[in-house]
């Protein structure tokens, strides 16, 4: 079999419609409002012939699939490349790209570390860490909020709370986004992430070993589940686990921050809005995440025949959710160009949904309330300096720059 990608080519249901576009074009990639647009207008399930798939948009049909761990599996992969059929670029995912019941079993013990409990006991250190990032920026005129704030603060604050001895920022922000960059197809971004992933794996896997590890933080209680006398994983599952805690939970997390600067700096009457009311915080963070989908496409692949609208669906097939298409749906949001705190957007899926929605979220939200709580009690506006410059990723939509000035209250 000649494959497409590292998956088996299909041939679509009679009725699907054909369109000639790639999803993973750069600049398509940078601003993809006009792509999801587009997605959503030819139906709810397209055929992209450049890479065999079919691709979602409309929020109906992607909530429906990207739910549906029987039938739409990850263990074959969460990116264009079809595990069964190829060999992946590192081992996968224990947490991210299995099906129960082995993601049962890891997804308990990701759980139980990153529990509202535990997130919880981490909020003093979170918000005094703002605070102190906060103060420093106050004082300076314009400066890079990806840098200096998105990347900061959650390098700051996530490898204290995992118990990591080393930390680098660069590396730590770069490992993520070579994981989601590894799952477009193969085109310079990929290539970009598989080089780049030759020179930063070393340093990852040694600053998640058990002896680089504080005895206090939530990597020492994942190393503590293999310990233990009827452990239900090995030490070197452990190992992987510590590590998903970093591809999940920073790039992402970095990306929510800075998209959320963004979002309030073009939106000033939005940070208004909070400064008046900062208890809209949590709101805000659910409208951020659902208005600008951070992780704005992520793949499944039908385990067996099945079918999706109505159409059939072969075994094999790639399936693209294009989250950030759904999440911007006007059938499910009404007004989705609107940037509203007050929306409560219930039901967007930048955290994924079903058993597969992010076990990171959690920890993420609390950063970020930590942040922008402390932002709202210390800063009046918060002014663009200068454009602001989208990064292409095949999976993440974050800012490369954005250049912002603090004016305190």
């Known amino acids: 079999m000649t494959l497409i990608e590292g998956h088996k080519p299909i041939t679509p249901a009679d009725g699907i419609p054909?369109?000639?576009?790639?999803?993973?074009?750069?600049?398509?990639?940078?601003?993809p409002e006009t792509f999801y647009a587009d997605l959503r207008?030819?139906?709810?399930?397209?055929?992209?012939?450049?890479?065999?798939?079919?691709?979602?948009?409309?929020?109906?049909?992607?909530?429906?699939?990207?739910?549906?761990?029987?039938?739409?599996?990850?263990?074959?992969?969460?990116?264009l490349n079809d595990f069964k059929?190829?060999?992946?670029?590192?081992?996968?995912?224990?947490?991210?790209?299995?099906?129960?019941p082995d993601h049962t079993r890891t997804r308990r013990i990701m759980a139980k570390a990153l529990s509202p409990k535990v997130v919880r006991g981490l909020a003093d250190m979170f918000r005094t860490t703002a605070e102190e990032i906060v103060d420093d920026l106050l004082t300076k005129g314009s400066f890079d909020a990806v840098t200096d704030l998105a990347?900061?603060?959650?390098?700051?604050?996530?490898?204290?709370?995992?118990?990591?001895?080393?930390?680098d920022q660069r590396n730590l922000v770069d490992y993520g986004a070579c994981v989601f960059n590894a799952m477009g197809p193969d085109n310079r971004l990929r290539r970009w992430a598989l080089?780049?992933?030759?020179?930063i794996a070393p340093w990852i896997m040694a600053a998640c070993a058990r002896d680089r590890l504080?005895?206090?933080?939530?990597?020492?209680?994942?190393?503590?589940?293999?310990?233990?006398?009827?452990?239900?994983?090995?030490?070197?599952?452990?190992?992987?686990?510590?590590?998903?805690f970093l591809s999940a939970g920073v790039d992402t997390t970095v990306t929510g921050i800075g998209n959320a600067l963004w979002c309030f700096a073009t939106n000033p009457g939005e940070w208004d809005r909070l400064c008046a009311d900062p208890k809209l915080a949590r709101p805000a963070i659910e409208e951020v995440?659902?208005?600008?989908?951070?992780?704005?496409?992520?793949?499944?692949?039908a385990g067996r025949d099945t079918e999706i609208a109505g159409y059939p669906v072969e075994e094999g097939t790639?399936?693209?959710?294009?989250?950030?298409?759904?999440n911007s749906d006007p059938d499910k949001w009404g007004d989705p160009e609107a940037f509203r705190i007050d929306r409560r957007p219930l039901g967007h899926m930048a955290f994924g949904a079903g058993i597969h929605g992010c076990v990171g979220q959690n920890i993420a939200r609390g950063e970020m309330e930590a942040l922008l709580s402390v932002m709202a009690e210390k800063v009046a506006r918060i002014e663009p300096a200068g454009e602001a410059v989208w990064r292409p990723n095949n999976a993440i939509h974050a800012l490369d720059k954005l250049p912002l000035k603090l004016i305190p209250k």
């Open 214 to 244: 504080t005895d206090d933080g939530l990597g020492a209680m994942i190393y503590a589940e293999a310990a233990a006398e009827d452990a239900a994983i090995t030490e070197a599952e452990a190992a992987m686990l510590v590590r998903s």
């Open 318 to 326: 790639k399936v693209i959710c294009v989250l950030g298409a759904a």
């Open 289 to 301: 995440l659902r208005f600008t989908s951070p992780v704005h496409t992520f793949g499944r692949t």
């Open 151 to 167: 990347e900061r603060f959650p390098v700051s604050v996530f490898p204290r709370a995992v118990g990591m001895r080393d930390v």
């Open 85 to 100: 059929l190829e060999e992946p670029w590192r081992p996968p995912s224990i947490i991210l790209e299995v099906d129960p």
């Open 41 to 79: 207008a030819k139906g709810p399930v397209v055929f992209i012939p450049a890479y065999s798939i079919l691709a979602l948009g409309q929020y109906e049909t992607t909530q429906k699939v990207f739910s549906d761990h029987e039938n739409f599996v990850s263990s074959r992969g969460v990116g």
């Open 195 to 199: 080089e780049r992933n030759k020179q």
């Open 18 to 31: 054909v369109w000639d576009v790639d999803p993973y074009d750069e600049d398509m990639l940078r601003a």
